[in-house]
């Protein structure tokens, strides 16, 4: 296998989730103890493990309390989400793009900062999971370059992958993130930013909607 793509989740893939803020509220009150509004910090394309981090931060705990809790706090975020979340939207294109690559025999994985339990639930109630071999998830580490890493790393260590990588993702942070873990990015106008700020933010590729991204995916950069 020479072709790994790497998938962002909310903004890329499904439309962002009311439910996934609402249980972050559940375990940190559940976990630390504390009421804790995470609109400001849960901005898009911060990992769950920065958000969790940066909101008890804002309320004064230190990072040696935070840490001692912080896999409990992560478990407990997954168990509400699984609670009260229903079946996410899905973007448009977003299955007819995964279904022409894992055709062509690319594989496929998520490179999200959603904690990893999170993302297997909101992939597999939309029936996409099936899709995803591998992956770095927002419990694999803080900082989204880092988790990048890790997808590529376990693609090596289990199917011996070595090839070109690419990550695509809708926001800014995506590209920093595959601009540090030193492979391409592919931008997409899904979410909240627009063809011209991917651009400017250093995407290696830009697309406007899912369908275009298939387009530069199968027959660009990836097409031997």
Same mark, same amino acid.
């Given at each position: 296998? $020479?072709?790994?793509?790497?998938?962002?989740?909310?903004?890329?893939?499904?439309?962002?989730? %009311?439910?996934?803020?609402?249980?972050?509220?559940?375990?940190?009150? %559940? =976990?630390?103890? &504390?009421?804790?509004? &995470?609109?400001? #910090?849960? &901005?898009?394309?911060?990992?769950?493990?920065?958000?969790? =981090?940066?909101?008890?931060?804002?309320?004064?705990? @230190?990072?040696?309390? #935070?840490?001692?809790?912080?896999?409990?706090?992560?478990?407990? &975020?997954?168990?509400?989400?699984?609670?009260?979340?229903?079946?996410?939207?899905?973007? !448009?294109?977003?299955?007819?793009?995964?279904?022409?690559?894992?055709?062509?025999?690319?594989?496929?994985?998520?490179?999200?900062?959603?904690? !990893?339990?999170?993302?297997?639930?909101?992939? /597999?109630? *939309?029936?996409?999971?099936?899709?995803?071999? *591998?992956?770095?998830?927002? @419990?694999?580490?803080?900082?989204?370059? !880092?988790?990048?890493?890790?997808?590529?790393?376990?693609?090596? @260590?289990?199917? $011996?992958?070595?090839?070109?990588? =690419? =990550?695509? /993702?809708?926001?800014?942070?995506?590209?920093?993130? +595959?601009?540090?873990?030193?492979?391409?990015?592919? /931008?997409?106008?899904?979410?909240?930013?627009?063809? !011209?700020?991917?651009? %400017?933010?250093?995407?290696?590729?830009?697309?406007?909607?899912?369908?275009? +991204?298939?387009?530069?995916?199968?027959?660009?950069?990836? @097409?031997?």
């Amino acid at each position: 296998m $020479g072709k790994l793509v790497l998938f962002d989740i909310d903004g890329t893939l499904l439309m962002p989730s %009311r439910a996934h803020k609402e249980a972050f509220h559940y375990a940190l009150k %559940r =976990v630390y103890g &504390v009421e804790v509004d &995470v609109e400001g #910090i849960a &901005v898009p394309g911060a990992t769950d493990r920065q958000i969790i =981090v940066e909101s008890l931060r804002t309320r004064g705990l @230190n990072d040696k309390i #935070i840490k001692a809790r912080l896999k409990r706090c992560e478990e407990a &975020v997954v168990e509400a989400y699984a609670r009260i979340s229903t079946r996410e939207k899905v973007i !448009e294109g977003a299955e007819e793009l995964l279904e022409s690559l894992d055709g062509r025999g690319f594989l496929i994985g998520l490179a999200t900062g959603n904690i !990893e339990g999170v993302a297997k639930i909101k992939m /597999g109630r *939309v029936g996409l999971g099936r899709y995803f071999r *591998v992956g770095g998830f927002g @419990n694999d580490h803080y900082d989204r370059g !880092e988790l990048i890493k890790t997808a590529v790393k376990r693609a090596k @260590n289990v199917f $011996g992958f070595e090839g070109l990588v =690419v =990550v695509v /993702g809708d926001t800014p942070r995506d590209v920093y993130a +595959a601009k540090k873990a030193g492979v391409k990015v592919l /931008g997409v106008a899904t979410g909240k930013y627009s063809i !011209e700020e991917l651009r %400017r933010s250093g995407a290696d590729y830009v697309a406007g909607d899912l369908k275009e +991204a298939s387009t530069i995916l199968l027959n660009d950069p990836l @097409n031997d």
